[in-house]
């Protein structure tokens, strides 16, 4: 994916230099502002994630630490809250991997129709299908990952 991000981009650079409606100044203001934003809309949704995951552990370990107190009267219980438990700490930690990847493919879409402002004509519009098209199929396969964890957990051990 990264490789075809470099192409991508250098295609855009090409595209950027033929066609320019802006000054090049303008535009790299432009592209750090996005980078920035960007850089901020991740480390927000990394945050967030992180604290859901803290959240979720912290449940866990409650649980974990209930259930052990409680085995030598309800072991089979127990068991079953504990595994309860891990499923959903392991449901939470994939929802906040896919949150956080849909912050990211978002803030790249950002940072690229910024580049693509920098286009007329049909470079500015095949920059912004391309880019559309990156961002759609980027968090098509989060989702997909995030389902596949969430069958794999639905599945009866």
Known sequence: MQNKTVLILA??????????????????KDVTAAQQQAAQDVAAATSAAQERVNEATQDYNQAANAANADVQ???SEAGEEMHEERLE????QAKAVFDLEVVRF???LKV???????????AK?????????????????????????ENQLKKPN
Request: contains cysteine.
């Open 73 to 75: 009267a309800a072991a």
């Open 106 to 108: 978002n803030a790249a």
């Open 112 to 122: 690229q129709n910024q580049r693509c402002e920098a286009l007329t004509g049909e």
């Open 11 to 28: 295609a855009i650079s090409l595209a950027a230099i033929a066609g320019c409606s802006e000054s090049p100044q303008d535009i790299a």
């Open 89 to 92: 700490l392991n449901f939470e």
């Open 125 to 149: 519009s095949a920059c912004n299908t391309a880019a559309i098209a990156e961002h759609d199929v980027g968090i098509a396969e989060a989702r997909v990952r995030l389902e596949q964890v």
